[in-house]
Nanobody
Framework: QVQLVESGGGLVQAGGSLRLSCLAS????????MGWSRRAPGKQREMVAS???????NYADSVKGRFTISRDYGKNTVYLQMSRLKPEDTAVYYC?????????WGQGTQVTVSS
């Protein structure tokens, strides 16, 4: 299975921006879909954004218009650009990848948005 390492989390004020990165241990060209999920304290994990091998994207309603998922094949990296952050975006963000062997998850990166 592919190994995933997230980075880019941190503390930001409401209205600010962050860009998360997810570095894969192998080429992402053939991975069927990659995405980001998050888990806020006391809540279940929820899908935030995903992108398929063919470039189709999907976003949770709560982040549409504020978050953008993208990928760089040359760097084996998927990004999540987050803008106009809100305190309710505070969570641990996880990268995931779905391929023929199943779904792989990274260890997560903390995003904290202060009001």
């Amino acid at each position: 299975q592919v190994q995933l390492v997230e980075s880019g989390g941190g503390l930001v004020q409401a209205g600010g921006s962050l860009r998360l990165s997810c570095l894969a241990s192998q080429s992402i060209f053939s991975i069927a879909a990659m995405g980001w999920s998050r888990r806020a304290p006391g809540k279940q994990r929820e899908m935030v954004a995903s992108i398929t091998r063919h470039g189709a994207t999907n976003y949770a309603d709560s982040v549409k218009g504020r978050f953008t998922i993208s990928r760089d094949y040359g760097k084996n990296t998927v990004y999540l650009q987050m803008s106009r952050l809100k305190p309710e975006d505070t969570a641990v963000y996880y990268c995931n990848a779905a391929d023929a062997y199943g779904t792989s998850w990274g260890q997560g990166t903390q995003v904290t948005v202060s009001s």
